[in-house]
């Protein structure tokens, strides 16, 4: 799709980058399809639903962590790298997935978690039993406590989660942990912990995973002064230079198969150049794209969100990714039918503001098109092509995420975004579990029967067939080899591109409609067009004819 890929000319590289335009799938095992009937959705599950994902049309899946783990954050607090879980099945099985799958075409990115283990994980277990002083405590943060009988945390430093970052145990020493006490951070100054996690990289892909996503990429590396967080100085834990060595060496491992490994990193940073380090040639070949994800739905701020992603990857010539949702973030069909459609953490503190979900769902649609049409990679988040909604009125006491907990209720949680899929059916499970099955993990709402997969898949109209068709749409890459976009001039509620010459995306955010004039093809629309119009909160993709010419023409063409 690239310049880059042109130019080489060569199947065989082409395969090799197929990351840099790839749509990976987020599968939350969990909570995706539950094959035993014990209510958790598993492995067996997933190769059962394989056919679902070649149909939806992806080129990978990303699984959240499915390792050994006491769950204290949904599987983000692991016990050992290298097993599976229980409840989600074997190693062999994970095997036998990623095989499967890659038989289907479907590349396999697994989850690593570098910045923090599990406090069941054997190295905590062994340094809370060697205490103060120990080698065993020097691969995690352990400090004495401040005031007269160390009382006090070493300093103030918040927890990601809400409440301090440090817990004091038995013997009076305290250890850090930047999100919940059951997940303490490692040491990134001690040589094991490298030799450990190389060693894991190499474990996974030895069994044909295709790539890692890399868990709080930007948090490895902490100041051993454990200075505080001040606006006037770098920051002691987020972003230190010293994290871009770990991935040097980790890129020189995924290099070394004879298909690249590829390794995607999770790194919020507001400053898009900052992100950008992280994609240097000899670092992470991607990185989520938060920016996006976070964007009210407004003209303005999307196209300035677009161009400072694609100007700041374009120096480390790395793709941009597009990202709507995943499972820490609000549902787009909610987010959007918000009077405030931007995503942030802090703001989930100040209450559930209302939705109108037939308006956030009209613009999801828009949002989706918009995304898929845009130069790089596409995440799609499992539930997001059927357009669930933000399950917000979960029950206090089935709620699991410890944001929940430890915000003491005045925050949500994250639980409302990773219920159960809805496959079938009228009511709960939807097919999520076999019938006659135990209740599943978290509830799923009553009136879910149009949003079941069954129901979706025999409706041309549903966010379904949307990302069926616009996947498909954007398997063609009527955008030819163009990785660049160019605006078009519009009014200030209108984004227009053209991709090549022979691809236009128009998205309308505005109450007038905009009238297309002949010399379009439409390709596809998020929803209905009005007499030719594009109404509001719909986009459209088009492809020009002889009669339109890119340029100024085209400007016509498209009535702008
Ligand atoms: C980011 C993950 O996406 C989130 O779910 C998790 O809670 C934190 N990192 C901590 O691992
Ligand atoms: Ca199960």
Redesign the pocket.
């Known amino acids: 799709m690239t310049a880059t890929l042109q130019s080489t000319d060569s199947s065989r590289e082409a395969d090799v980058r197929w990351w840099w335009d790839a749509v990976v799938y987020q599968v939350y095992v969990r909570s995706f399809s539950d094959a035993n009937g014990d209510g958790i959705g598993d492995l067996t599950g997933v190769r059962a639903r394989l056919s679902y994902l070649a149909e939806l049309g992806v080129d990978a899946l990303w699984f959240?962590p499915w390792y050994p783990s006491p769950q204290a954050?949904?599987g983000?607090?692991i016990a050992d790298y290298r097993a599976v879980d229980p409840n989600f099945g074997t190693l062999a099985e994970a095997e036998q997935l990623i095989a499967e799958a890659r038989s289907l075409g479907i590349r396999t990115i697994v989850d690593i978690?570098p910045?923090?283990v599990s406090s069941e994980h054997p190295w905590f277990r062994e340094a809370l039993l060697a205490g103060p002083g120990s080698p065993e405590r020097e691969r995690f943060w352990f400090r004495p406590g401040r005031g007269t009988y160390g009382e006090r945390p070493p300093n103030d430093w918040q927890s990601?989660?809400g409440g301090p970052a440090w817990t004091r145990v038995s013997d009076g020493e305290w250890y850090l942990h930047?999100?919940a006490p059951e997940?303490p951070d490692v040491n990134w100054s001690h040589s094991e912990v490298w030799t450990e996690h190389e060693d894991v990289l190499r474990f996974w892909f030895d069994r044909g995973a295709a790539g890692f996503r890399i868990?709080?990429a930007a948090l490895l590396d902490k100041d051993p002064e454990l200075a505080e967080v001040r606006e006037d100085a770098p920051h002691p834990f987020m972003d230190r230079d010293a994290i871009h060595d770990v991935y040097r060496r980790w890129r020189a491992i995924a290099e070394s198969y004879d298909e690249p490994r590829v390794l995607v990193g999770?790194v919020w940073l507001a400053d898009a150049e900052r992100l950008a380090r992280y994609l240097r040639r000899d670092e992470l070949h991607t990185a989520f794209n938060f920016d996006f994800l976070s964007c009210p739905w407004d003209a303005g701020r999307l196209r300035a969100s677009i161009d400072s992603a694609l100007a700041a990857h374009a120096p480390v010539d790395a793709p941009t990714t597009w990202v709507l949702s995943?499972?820490?973030v609000t549902r787009p069909v909610t987010r959007y039918g918000r009077a405030d459609t931007s995503f942030s953490f802090e703001s989930k503190r100040d209450g559930i503001p209302p939705t109108d979900l037939v308006r956030g769902t009209r613009r999801a649609r828009a949002a989706a098109l918009l995304a898929m049409a845009l130069p790089g990679s596409l995440y799609v988040y499992q539930g997001e092509e059927l357009g669930l909604p933000e399950v917000e009125n979960i029950p206090d006491a089935r709620r699991r995420d410890?944001?929940w907990h430890r915000s003491n209720g005045a925050d949500p949680g994250?639980d409302g975004c990773r219920t159960p899929l809805p496959w079938s059916g009228d009511a709960p499970p939807y097919g999520f579990s076999p019938d006659g099955g135990a209740a599943s993990w978290l509830g799923q709402p009553d009136g879910w029967g149009a949003l079941t997969v069954t129901a979706q898949s025999d409706d041309p109209r549903s966010m379904l067939a949307l990302y069926r068709d616009g996947l498909r749409v954007r398997r063609e890459a009527p955008w030819g080899d163009s990785a660049t976009i160019g605006w078009l001039s519009s009014t200030e509620s209108v984004l227009a591109f053209a991709r090549g010459d022979g691809f236009v995306c128009v998205v309308n955010f505005g109450p007038e409609p905009i009238q297309l004039l002949p010399g379009h093809d439409v390709l596809i629309a998020s929803d209905n067009l009005e007499g030719g119009a594009v109404p509001q909160d719909t986009t459209v993709w088009l492809r020009p004819d002889a009669t339109a010419t890119i340029g100024e023409g085209q400007r016509k063409g498209v009535g702008l």
């Open positions: 959240n954050d949904a983000y607090d978690v910045n923090h990601i989660f930047l999100f997940q868990d709080s999770e995943n499972h820490d410890p944001i994250r």
